[in-house]
């Protein structure tokens, strides 16, 4: 039980006997709840690490030194798996990411050598991807597919002490950082505000942070509250991720489920078409439901993000409107693809979602009005950016 939550108990206990179980929640729940951990962790960074050999074009901003440096060393065999891993992973997914997902159920950290033993272990891996939040048999298919692999090129690091080059290089700056890190993330009630928001959700208090030093610029979440972020991030740009991170799983089976055919009804506008149409191929949002399965997290982080002026920070806009710099975020982020979270966005501003209504009631609700529906996306958004009187659409 929360620690906050006992306290709240025991002082309420007389109030107990006259309030009802829901209303000591409520009471509760106004308490902050989110206790942040903060480490490091060689094996996602080796993850991401291989990610980098991939040689993919979006990283060279970030570690185009790091890239040139280890990659034209490759022996042939070794590139060829690095080669082979990445086009198993499709391009659609980034390599280190996915990879950092998988060996999320491997149990070894510290070393490379602890980690190939760990990859070994067939029984004690499946049994943890398949009690994760990324159970299938898929998932487990493209393990397969890729351990001999991996054992090629982690056989190829380890010769190469990868691991000491990691720990003297990359570990000490990561080490400097969590202090103040850890210090400042005391601030921001990640798992409170979810809820509070969710309406209909519930999670432990426990959200523990990986830093890392190759992530950039992606964030991770693996099963449960944990996740991983970049040590060189602004606080405000770990926050944000936590918070979207952590409701990629309410919102996928939001999308998925309970409201699949409604979403299903929205390929047929033809802004959405078109703003997919034109998206990067990188992205994977050309596939419609992942799409829309980003644009509910999307409208949801924003939201909840900025009542802590966490994208005001991100845009550089602390001395604006929370308005203006959520439209600025609408603008610049992946090439302005994400019309139907900037719609879904214009209502939450517009109050519709009421305080004790769940998110996914809310989204019921929009499509059961008609708000969402094809035809109605493009002038909505657009009143939405230009900040006209939208309340009526």
């Known amino acids: 039980m929360r620690s906050q939550k006992l306290f709240s ?35 996602y960074d080796l993850c991401s690490f291989v990610g980098l050999l991939s040689n ?35 391009p659609s997914q980034p390599v280190g990411p996915r990879l950092c997902v998988l060996f999320s159920a491997v149990a070894a950290e510290d070393s490379i050598a602890a980690i190939l033993a760990g990859m070994d272990d067939d029984m004690g891996v499946r049994s943890r991807l398949m009690a994760s939040d990324f159970a299938s048999e898929k998932n487990w298919q ?35 950082k969590l202090p103040r890190l850890h210090q400042e993330l005391q601030s921001f009630d990640v798992i409170g505000d979810l809820e509070r928001f969710l309406g209909d959700w519930e999670s432990v208090d426990d959200l523990e942070v990986f830093a890392l030093w190759l992530l950039q610029p992606h964030a991770v979440r693996l099963s449960g509250q944990h996740y991983l972020t970049d040590a060189n991030y602004p606080m405000h740009v770990t926050v944000k991720s936590a918070y979207h991170e952590l ?19 929205l390929k047929a506008d033809a802004f959405l078409r078109q703003k997919l149409a034109q998206s990067e191929a990188a992205l994977g949002y050309r596939n419609f439901m992942a799409y829309c399965r980003e644009e509910v997290v999307l409208a949801a982080d924003l939201w909840v993000a900025e009542r802590r002026r966490v994208i005001s920070q ?80």
């Open 314 to 393: 991100l845009m550089g806009a602390n001395g604006n409107s929370s308005a203006a710099a959520v439209r600025q975020y609408f603008e610049r982020h992946e090439g302005g693809v994400h019309v139907l979270a900037g719609v879904i966005y214009s209502y939450l501003e517009d109050g519709l979602k009421l305080d004790r209504m769940s998110y996914t009631i809310f989204m019921k609700e929009l499509f059961a009005s008609g708000r969402l529906q094809p035809g109605r996306i493009e002038m909505r958004y657009e009143d939405f950016m230009l900040e006209g009187k939208v309340a009526s659409r």
């Open 56 to 90: 993919r074009e979006i990283y060279k901003k970030y570690y185009g030194n790091l890239q040139t440096e280890w990659s034209s060393k490759l022996p042939k065999p070794v590139a060829a798996a690095v080669k082979k891993i990445d086009e198993i992973i499709g």
């Open 9 to 43: 108990l025991l002082l309420l206990t007389f109030g107990c006997l006259q309030i009802s179980c829901s209303e000591k929640k409520k009471a509760a729940s106004t308490n902050f709840i989110t206790h942040w951990t903060v480490r490091t962790s060689f094996k």
């Open 247 to 265: 409701l990629h799983p309410y919102c996928e089976r939001m999308v998925d489920s309970v409201l699949a055919k409604a979403f299903e009804t």
């Open 142 to 176: 493209q393990w397969q597919s890729l351990k001999p692999l991996l054992r090629t090129v982690f056989e190829h690091l380890q010769k190469e002490r990868f691991d000491v080059y990691w720990r003297n290089n990359f570990y000490p700056k990561i080490t400097a």
